[in-house]
């Protein structure tokens, strides 16, 4: 790390994602995309430090969620507490008449 003033010392529009620091960290980016993060790392001390934090402290795994089937008892509830909801806007539309400049 440079010595800069501590003011300069933050990420700008022109530093890559923290995504593309944490690919360049485990050697994963394209040979092109490596030379362009390497290059900027050697100018920009903001993005040298979060890729030191990136590699001691990564990001865990997301979770892998599994679909599961909504039991058919629960299927058939939800169904019939749409459809109530549903015939009961259509009772008050018939009923009331509203239009739209009665809002």
Known sequence: MGARSIAA???LKTCPPAQTLLLYGEATLA???TGQVAA???SCDFCDA???LL???APAAKPQ???VKMPWALYR???ELLALSTRAVEVAYERDNLTLTDA
């Open 9 to 11: 010392f933050r990420k």
């Open 31 to 33: 040979r092109d995309a």
């Open 40 to 42: 900027h790392l050697s």
């Open 50 to 52: 979060e890729l030191q």
């Open 55 to 57: 590699s001691r402290f």
């Open 65 to 67: 969620f599994v679909p």
């Open 77 to 79: 509830l939800a169904k």
